[in-house]
């Protein structure tokens, strides 16, 4: 069973850093497991905020492009998001996923993980 979970979330003043990072275990050999990072805040919906492949192409949202920046280390499976410049709006849950999937020849059944989230508190 893959187990995440986050760590590195508080509470800062507008314009600092924070530095997120997710331990992800459990891995079955032969699957293949992305991840990402997501946020929610009070009354929105979760929305997506960065993902980095296995192979280090990343993908971030419109609203965190150019601050945000996610790194990988493959051999410890964790990931990472250094958030640069914060903004009140950046105040949210923020949430790791491992999303599970087959790497031909092996099956693996697509499955998404979540850990339980940090809370990252941004005030003006």
């Known amino acids: 069973q893959v187990q995440v979970a986050e760590s590195g979330g508080g509470s800062v003043q507008a314009g600092e850093s924070l530095r997120l990072s997710c331990a992800s275990s459990g891995y079955t050999y032969g699957c293949r497991y992305e991840m990402s990072w997501h946020r929610q805040a009070p009354g929105k919906e979760r929305e997506f905020v960065s993902t980095?492949?296995?192979?280090?192409?990343?993908r971030y949202a419109d609203s965190v492009k150019g601050r945000f920046t996610i790194s990988r280390d493959n051999a410890k499976n964790m990931v990472y998001l250094q958030m640069n410049s914060l903004k009140p709006e950046d105040t949210a849950m923020y949430y790791c996923?491992?999303?599970?999937?087959?790497?031909?020849?092996?099956?693996?059944?697509?499955?998404?993980?979540w850990g339980q989230g940090t809370q990252v508190t941004v005030s003006s």
């Open positions: 996923k491992t999303t599970q999937s087959s790497r031909p020849p092996y099956y693996c059944s697509r499955r998404d993980y």
């Open positions: 980095i492949n296995s192979d280090g192409t990343t």
